[in-house]
Nanobody, 123 residues
């Protein structure tokens, strides 16, 4: 069992930066492929980024070059550094943990979700 708690969301202007954090409980954090997904009003939840057990990262095309995912297995945390934010990045951002063998993009492959944190980017 893994519990995930996100923090760091907020209201910012276009071009600003935010850093999301996800704190995980449990002693097997390093076994999970960690990720971030987001869901905007009226839209389906979508993949943002993942980081594997071997620290390999994967990003959605829409955020590549602007967002950076990282993990600290000693502190059971995963972060999402978001730079050059755009209004279309506005969404609830969810931390995700998966026992998938590698990178994943489908929400159906997520074993555990956080409660979500709101990110709003004004133009």
């Amino acid at each position: 069992q893994v519990q995930l708690v996100e923090s760091g969301g907020g209201l910012v202007q276009a071009g600003d930066s935010l850093r999301l954090s996800c704190a995980a409980s449990g002693r097997t954090f390093s076994n999970y492929v960690m990720g971030w997904f987001r869901q905007a009003p009226g839209k389906e939840r979508e993949f943002v980024a993942t980081i594997t057990r071997a620290y390999r990262t994967n990003y959605a095309d829409s955020v590549k070059g602007r967002f950076t995912i990282s993990r600290d297995n000693a502190k059971n945390t995963v972060h999402l550094q978001m730079d050059s934010l755009k209004p279309e990045d506005t969404a609830v951002y969810y931390c995700a943990a998966s026992m998938a063998n590698g990178d994943y993009r489908l929400p159906s492959l997520v074993n555990y979700w956080g409660q979500g944190t709101q990110v709003t980017v004004s133009s």
